[in-house]
């Protein structure tokens, strides 16, 4: 080889040198840059989530806010009352005018409860008895089955007395009758599983006392009683 032609190898190599790129370096950079956090696209999908989950606990707070309390386990206080005892009208003195409760079928008649106040053996009792729906209380009217007249010594709390339909009773299943205090303007009954018998108006009275009847379940009576419960301020719900 000549000199020229050497001298013209060596420009050549020269000038590939400069234009020919460097892939290690550009390996580098690829690497660098595809390593680089994508802070821009992760702001992008973080900021809708985190106004989303605002929104979600804003709605999840106004739900509890709203969402009415649930009821004691034992609402109401404990009802403690005398024993209903049958007296015949015969041994009953009255002392109020009788309120009459509510109609109900016998096997062959229809028959009438009524609530009265009267004095046994010299003390002021709660009776309920039955006899032929349109017949007088009276101590010649026939009775409904064995067990009527019932009557209940007076106690001295807001529910002074009460009693619970019976089959054979003259007060029939699935009905309650109770005397309450002039105080009492509303009544709200509970059986043992709590279920709630409500008697908002009086249904009568004897004498300054009030006679409340509210339907029961059978086999199931009152057990709690709540007086002149106090409503829920509509501002709380």
């Given amino acids: 080889m000549t000199d020229l032609e050497r001298k013209l190898a060596e420009t050549l190599r020269e000038q590939a040198g400069a234009v020919t790129p460097n892939l290690a370096a550009a390996w580098a950079e690829q690497q660098r840059r595809q390593r680089r956090p994508p802070r821009r696209r992760l702001t992008v999908v973080i900021a809708p989530l985190a106004a ?3 929104v979600l ?3 999840l707070l106004a739900t509890q806010l709203n969402r009415p309390s649930a009821p004691p386990a034992n609402p109401g206080g404990p009802l403690v009352l005398a024993r209903p005892v049958h007296r015949p009208m015969s041994e ?4 109020s005018t009788p309120v009459s ?3 109900f079928a016998g096997q062959t008649d229809a028959w009438t409860s009524y609530a009265f106040t009267a004095t046994v053996t010299g003390s002021l009792q709660f009776c309920v008895a039955a006899v032929p729906r349109g017949a007088q209380l009276s101590s ?3 009775q409904y089955g064995m067990n009527s007249p019932v009557c209940v010594a007076l106690g001295g709390g ?3 007395a009460g009693y619970v339909g ?3 009773g003259p007060l029939p299943s699935g009905k309650a009758v109770y005397l309450a205090t002039p105080q009492v303007d509303t009544l709200r009954m509970f059986n043992a599983d709590g279920d709630l018998s409500l008697a908002t108006m009086p249904f009568g009275a004897l004498g300054a006392d009030r006679v409340f009847v509210t339907d029961v379940s059978p086999g199931s009576p009152p057990v709690r009683f709540e007086v002149n419960p106090v409503p829920a301020n509509p501002a709380s719900r």
């Fill in 92 to 95: 009953l003195r009255m002392a």
């Fill in 101 to 103: 409760l509510t109609n």
């Fill in 166 to 168: 019976e089959g054979a």
């Fill in 57 to 59: 606990t804003s709605v």
């Fill in 52 to 54: 989303v989950l605002v």
């Fill in 158 to 160: 807001p529910v002074r």
């Fill in 140 to 142: 010649d009217a026939p």
